[in-house]
């Protein structure tokens, strides 16, 4: 009920408080995916849209069919933002959701070259990590 609310900051209260919740026990929250995938493809708002991707990571190895409907709306962020923070966590669920989608994992190497070709240290490390997850499902 409060992920519709009008107010934003509810909004905001509410999808915070559910992505903690769902760390724990992500079944709980899968009939919720149908409010999130609204506010996935609504809000403009990096914050709310990491936090909502964040959920989605939660509740993707409980609920399989959201694998293949979240692969368009996280490749449309991929290509899109220029959000470093928004383009990890990205790249992170679709490789923890939809690790065989090949077309995806090509797109999410090319834009991790981003990460690694920055000056910043901490994008290199966590470039690196994601990199690392990729290798483990796709050696070559």
């Known amino acids: 009920e409060k992920l519709d609310d009008p107010d934003p900051g509810v909004q905001c209260a509410s999808v915070n408080v559910i992505c903690e919740l769902a760390r724990k026990n992500p079944k709980n929250y899968i009939s919720l995916a149908p409010v999130l995938f ?4 609504s809000f403009s708002n990096n914050w709310m849209l990491i936090k ?15 694998c293949k ?14 959000a ?3 383009l990890y966590e990205s790249i992170n669920t679709l490789i923890t959701g939809v690790p065989d989608h090949i077309p995806s994992i090509q797109l999410a190497v090319q834009k991790l070259n981003i990460m ?3 000056s910043d240290q901490n994008l290199k490390y966590l470039g690196l990590l994601a990199l690392a997850r990729i290798l483990k499902h796709h050696p070559k």
């Open 38 to 41: 609204k506010m996935l493809n």
């Open 52 to 66: 909502v991707i964040k959920l989605f990571g939660s509740l993707m190895p409980e609920e399989p069919r959201l």
């Open 69 to 82: 409907k979240l692969v368009e709306p996280l490749t449309q962020i991929i290509h899109n933002t220029n």
């Open 84 to 86: 470093m923070s928004l």
């Open 116 to 118: 690694l070709d920055d």
